[in-house]
């Protein structure tokens, strides 16, 4: 297996650098990659490349979402001492935003994951389209067809909410 | 132009800044003259906000 993930270095190396789009964060999810498919070894149906890529990208899903995390974090009135209220953040309840996360898991999910990518990752369609191996009209299907639906799930329609409750 | 009708995924792409020049700026005309495309540019990004509110509490 070894030899085989030797042999898989360069092209493994073009991968990590198509998610991280950085030379230092690339070698460092390469190294992350090589470490965790040898130490935790390979499943015997799969073989060792395609493995190994989804290794890739799920240590770099990781890291993104654990960087966004820390980012955000910087900015959460909670966290520190800034007593700035966000306004539109305050009206939307927490009824509502657990209705949203109930939306969201009845997402297939395929778009759930392509719309977390985009909407909450902010990613670029050709990173999502490379990151999970699909054509980038397939993650513009996917995201319209899932944030159609939540439209419908969680009642948006402008002109029901016109004459509705919501302000 | 005006009436030149809008897929999802064309609006869904709009809100990512995904469309390429020429097709962000008739969204963006349409949105600004035809209330049925701004109606829906509407709802799905109020959707995607929720999305994102709803990412940033967990």
């Not at chain 1, 191996?133 to 513009?140: L, Q």
């Not at chain 2, 005006?2 to 709009?14: G, I, K, P, R, W």
């Not at chain 2, 495309?37 to 799905?44: G, I, Q, S, Y």
């Amino acid at each position: 297996m070894k030899q085989e993930l030797l042999e898989l270095l360069p092209r493994l190396r073009r991968f990590a650098w198509s998610l991280t789009n950085a030379e230092h964060d690339a070698d460092d999810l390469l190294q992350a990659t090589v470490e965790r498919v040898l130490r935790k070894g390979v499943p015997d149906n799969i073989p060792v490349d395609r493995w190994a890529f989804t290794v890739c990208r799920n240590l770099w899903i990781d890291e993104y979402r654990a960087q966004k995390v820390r980012k955000n974090a910087q900015w959460d009135p909670t966290l520190n001492d800034n007593q700035t209220v966000d306004g539109e953040r305050e009206m939307v309840s927490h009824i509502e935003l657990d209705r949203v996360n109930a939306a969201m898991k009845k997402l297939p999910e395929k778009q759930h994951m392509v719309l977390s990518m985009v909407a909450v990752e902010g990613l670029s369609y050709k990173h999502v389209a490379t990151a999970l191996d699909i054509p980038v009209g397939t993650v513009m299907s996917r995201l319209a067809r899932a944030r159609s639906r939540l439209v419908e799930m969680l009642e948006l329609d402008i002109r029901a909410a016109k004459a509705g409750e919501r302000s | 132009m005006t009436n030149y009708v809008f897929t999802d995924e064309t609006l869904s792409a709009f809100l990512d800044n995904e469309l390429d020049g020429t097709e962000m700026a008739r969204v963006r005309d349409a949105i600004a003259t035809n209330m049925e495309v701004a109606n829906r540019v509407a709802d799905l990004s109020e959707a995607n906000k929720l999305v994102i509110q709803q990412a940033e509490k967990h």
